[in-house]
């Protein structure tokens, strides 16, 4: 995409803005619905822009940054002399700067996937706290808060951006930053502490057993994350409660785990085709997704169009879980084709179950009953040999393509 396009585009997702907010006019949006979503980040900044109009500018080499002060109340824009070479003059920045310097210079937007107009570099002290540090400094950065509340124990001291272009690829100049530069910086942020967070869960101690993470939409679409993810997790997690029903994995003799996650920062205010929390295959895992007991005609009455809604709607309370972590109760390794063949299993089994039905109270009949019983090791093993044929083969991944009831 060339970067002339991307001030064109809208704020919160990939289609073009063809609206604009009414008070500040300087972000993007492809819709209402894009621009409720933003608005809580929005707030922050879209009315203080008039008070730093280019008559208010105190000179020519000042240009308007971002800032983010320690003890809050929330971030605001100040004027910051830039000369031309693009060096930073702090002097204007109203905390104390010792320590300060360039963290970072950001020219994607790393959940957008949009190379940026502008670069925004960003000034720091460097030191990013943890939810168990024992240090007390640098002190948390409250105005980040304001944002998300899980910055509280992510970012310590004071934070500013500020935005320069490259001329002619050879000279930088220094440039104002506005609203559409704060949700970018919104997003780099978001995104740090989403890489923090997996790496937590990634980086464990003790013993370990291989399990899935079985990713949503939010986390393959914006994350760029396979769907069915290997990890290892804590040998603890064998035997934690599932959160998710999963009993019909026991019809196979594959008893499953299912943890939820949290929903993640850089999606959970984002719009997709669907919900970015949807997790379709977790669908094929759990007996409550009733739409296998249902299917429609080719041509159905509007009784039938009705009851379809009514369990898709059913099916999506059941899906929009977000992601998971996924574990077999016995300890044995699940990979990634291991459980990826399970929900195809069972996806399978269910659209071969399907009954037709028009009426609301139908929904729990004895199609869904012979549904929970359905299943079996045997036909499991002969169905896997067949899904890793038709889906493995290629890959030459061993570990992954022996069967489950041979690790």
Known sequence: ??????GSLCAMCKNLGTQSCTDCREIRYCSQACQKSDWPVHELLCKALKDFGHEKRPG??????????VA????HFIWLRISDDAVVDLSTVPEDTTDMTLAFAVTNNRVLHRVLDTTLAFVAKMIQLRPKSATASPEPNRSLTTVDEEFLRFWGGPALVFGFKDEDGQKRRGCDLGPMDFRHAVDHFRALYYKGQSRRIEHIEGDKVKGVRLNCLGDTDICQRPQFEGLDVSAAACTWPTEVKSSLTENIDIPLVIKKLPPALVWRDRRLQHSTSHNHKIGHLNPDSKDYAVTIPDAPSQDQADAWMFVYEYHTEITDIGSVIVVRKDGKPLYPSHLAAIADYFAAIGHCSMTVCTNHEQLTTAAKEEFLTSGSEEEFKEYYVAWTQLNLESE????GIRSPYDV
Request: proline share 17%; no cysteine; glycine share 12%.
């Open 72 to 75: 809050g109340p929330k971030p």
């Open 60 to 69: 020519p080499n000042f240009k308007r940054a971002i800032y983010f002060p």
């Open 1 to 6: 995409m060339a970067a002339t396009e991307a």
């Open 396 to 399: 030459g991944d061993s570990g």
